[in-house]
């Protein structure tokens, strides 16, 4: 993966061990939770490093980006799921881009959305 901007990071504790909480991510991430290749449109799989990582990057033309969940072990059934956003927006229609999607907080309204559909998955 190319080096990207940092965006920020946002985690929440799931009540589940670590490899649940991966089950978890991939039933809401993935289209196929058996293929950590079906990301959502927008994205191709970077990595997958079950049951710690997740990560995931894509690009158009406006913005070069990338989304990486890691999952901690937190005891034996608690985890810590954290996902990571980097991005960077060149160009004059990169920086309304950038504007519309982070600025405008949707961006952390759709991780934080994200984080709790795996919560509630595992």
Not at 85 to 108: C, E, M, N, Q, T
Request: charged share 25%; net charge positive; with cysteine.
């Amino acid at each position: 993966m190319e080096r990207l901007s940092y965006i920020d990071e946002h985690a929440r504790s799931v009540d589940a061990n670590r490899e649940r909480a991966w089950k978890a991510l991939l039933t809401t991430m993935c289209k196929d939770p058996a293929d950590p290749s079906t990301v959502p449109a927008g994205f191709v799989l970077d990595s997958a490093e079950a049951p710690a990582r997740l990560a995931l990057q894509g690009r158009h033309w406006f913005a070069k980006y990338a989304l990486i969940f890691e999952l901690d072990e937190d005891g034996p059934s608690r985890t810590t799921v954290r996902a990571r956003s980097w991005g960077d927006f060149p160009g004059p229609h990169g920086k309304i881009y950038r504007a519309l999607v982070i600025g405008s907080g949707g961006h952390v309204l759709m991780v934080r959305m994200l984080l709790r559909r795996i919560a509630a998955a595992a």
